[in-house]
């Protein structure tokens, strides 16, 4: 059903021409209409208007660039799922597989061979690999995290607590920003927690895992922070003191 108002006319005739079109639907019959089609000028009235009118309500409302994102990284990260489901894997519960030398360095790890692993994920192949495993101090770990892409660390904590010596295995998801790729992020975020997963059925137990941007954030102060939490002590509300008794009664002789 096809309609034309002129935006010039008086408020008089759009109502007789309301009035009218509802008269002229209703003896046509409502429910025969299947589109309803509203024209103000000449080029609208053209078979080409009503297409570029079908088009515009198929098209959906207008996204912002964050919205953009977000659907993008939606769609993304369902494709990855369908993909992720036919890969086998090394480690148990993981989703992608792992490379066979991420594996023997990952058991060097646990065994205490080496106290620092870091991994990284090939989004092209979609599968785990090593990328740096040695012996690092505290002092050092900073150093490693790179300023350009996403990284799995495993650093295993030397210290001393409340005088006695530990090891307490840290893991850190280092990730700069927002300047990396969304599927790269995507991938990394989304493949986190099956990666945790198969390291604590490998044995290797995570005494505390940390999202980080930058090198600054693990510090040995900011690890120590992370293993040992501050116990925050809760503070007792004040309670008023009670009045001075004035004791029992006295017999006065």
Not at 57 to 75: C, D, F, Q, Y
Not at 136 to 163: M, Q, V
């Amino acid at each position: 059903f096809n309609h034309t108002f002129e935006g010039g006319s008086s408020g008089i005739n759009a109502e007789y021409g309301a009035a009218t079109r509802a008269n002229l639907k209703r003896i046509f019959g409502d429910n025969r209409i299947t589109t309803e089609y509203l024209g103000t000028v000449v080029e609208e009235m053209s078979l080409q208007g009503y297409r570029n009118h079908t088009l515009s309500l198929n098209a959906g409302a207008p996204m912002t660039s964050a919205e953009k994102e977000l659907e993008e990284v939606s769609r993304n990260e369902a494709m990855m799922r369908s993909q992720m489901e036919g890969n086998s894997s090394t480690l148990p519960g993981l989703s992608l597989p792992v490379t066979q030398e991420l594996q023997s360095s990952l058991e060097k790890f646990k065994k205490g061979f080496i106290n620092y692993v870091q991994v990284k994920l090939d989004t092209d192949k979609e599968e785990l690999k090593l990328w740096d495993c040695s012996n690092i101090t505290a002092e050092e770990f900073p150093s490693k995290i790179p300023d350009d892409e996403p990284r799995y660390h495993l650093f295993n904590f030397n210290h001393t607590f409340e005088g006695e010596q530990m090891w307490s295995v840290v893991f850190i998801y280092s990730c700069p920003g927002y300047n990396v790729p969304v599927k790269q992020r995507m991938m990394y975020s989304s493949t986190k927690a099956s990666f945790l997963e198969g390291l604590v059925q490998m044995g290797i137990v995570i005494a505390a895992k940390r999202e980080v941007s930058e090198g600054e954030e693990v510090k040995e102060n900011d690890v120590f922070d992370m293993v040992h939490p501050a116990k925050h002590v809760s503070r007792q509300n004040f309670v008023k003191p009670k009045a001075p008794s004035k004791g029992g009664r006295r017999l006065i002789r």
